[in-house]
């Protein structure tokens, strides 16, 4: 796999001149991999592409897979943050979401990203489930902000159908307590506002201006290439392409001189509904330009969401309170052009 990824990223050597801004090894469990393979896909995008010195550079890994040799042997390499899946800080939630690490695992792994100096690490936490007492999320965002962390990344919880985790909880359990996961994210607000978080993103806190540059992109509509299974790209301009996600079939592929991916030209509409789609998830929202040009036919729409206090406006920009994120999918929706 290693050595197709490795293959893709010279065969598109051409597609992005400009110095790479960030580089964020994810879509799975990146850890896993030994630092001698990612020490191959560092030294490919280095020989092909102009990575900027400042670059962020991101790995996704679990608690478990974290200890002093593998993240010293990170850093030599050019990695600087790590982004951790730690879920939670108790281990009966651990158990139930059938995650390998513990408590004190997550906990020692966010000290050792401190002691190497990965500075902006993220840590992921997850909240409403019925599991998830009011006093537990508070005391897991505690332990989260009093750790040293400068950003974290909360997501209410979401289980795909047909999973083995899906099939085995729903036989016994209410998987989602949405009033109780509205409650969670009330006072996730609230504590950003008290602890001087910025709650920048509708699942995303930062100290300061502690962005994931890498994800910011996403939300700016920036260009960005994604290699590997299932990996997507964007132009910036309105050619989305996406590989195909089967591993043996994109070895092969890709080996063998195939087509591995596919592509979609994007309408003015669909660009601008994209804009809406990842603009409104931000604190800044989009610009009124966009509301005024595109969503003549929505403007009645966007009146009553400021009037219902699910949106409001600034001389630029249109975007949403915290109330209107919370169900800023049906927003979004309304907003779309058809």
């Known amino acids: 796999m290693v050595d197709a990824i490795c293959a893709e990223i010279a065969l598109r050597k051409n597609e992005f001149i400009a110095p790479l801004q960030s580089i964020y090894f994810g879509g799975g469990t990146p850890s896993l991999l030994s630092t001698s393979q990612l020490d191959q896909i560092m030294n490919c995008l280095q020989m092909h592409y102009k990575i900027a010195a400042n670059a962020e550079i991101t790995l996704e890994a679990n608690p478990e897979n974290i200890n002093s040799n593998f993240l010293k042997e990170l850093r030599a390499l050019g990695i600087n943050r790590l982004s951790i899946g730690v879920q939670s800080f108790y281990l009966e939630h651990l158990s139930w979401m059938n995650r390998s690490h513990n408590a004190d695992e997550a906990r020692a792994s966010i000290a050792l990203a401190h002691q190497y100096q990965f500075d902006v690490s993220s840590i992921d936490l997850i909240y409403g489930f019925e599991q998830l007492s009011m006093a537990q999320w508070k005391e897991n965002l505690r332990i989260a902000s009093e750790s040293g962390l400068k950003h974290l990344s909360c997501y209410s919880l979401t289980i795909e159908e047909k999973t083995p985790f899906y099939k085995k909880q729903s036989l016994k ?166």
């Open 173 to 338: 359990n209410k998987l989602v307590d949405e009033e109780m996961a509205k409650q969670h994210f009330d006072f996730l607000h609230e504590f950003a506002s008290i602890n001087h978080w910025n709650h920048y993103e509708i699942s995303n806190l930062a100290l300061d201006k502690n962005y994931s540059r890498h994800n910011t992109a996403y939300w700016q509509s920036s260009p960005y290439l994604g290699f590997g299974p299932s990996a997507h790209s964007f132009d910036g301009i309105k050619t989305r392409r996406w590989n195909i996600a089967d591993n043996l079939s994109y070895i092969d592929r890709l080996l063998n001189n195939q087509i591995f991916w596919e592509t979609e030209v994007l309408s003015n509409k669909q660009r601008i509904n994209e804009e809406i789609m990842v603009g409104l998830r931000t604190k800044n929202g989009i610009s009124k330009q966009i509301i005024a040009a595109q969503l003549a036919d929505a403007s009645h729409k966007v009146h009553q969401f400021i009037a219902n206090g699910f949106a409001k406006t600034t001389s630029s920009n249109f975007y949403l309170t915290k109330e209107g994120w919370w169900c800023s999918d049906h927003i979004i929706s309304e907003l779309f052009t058809a």
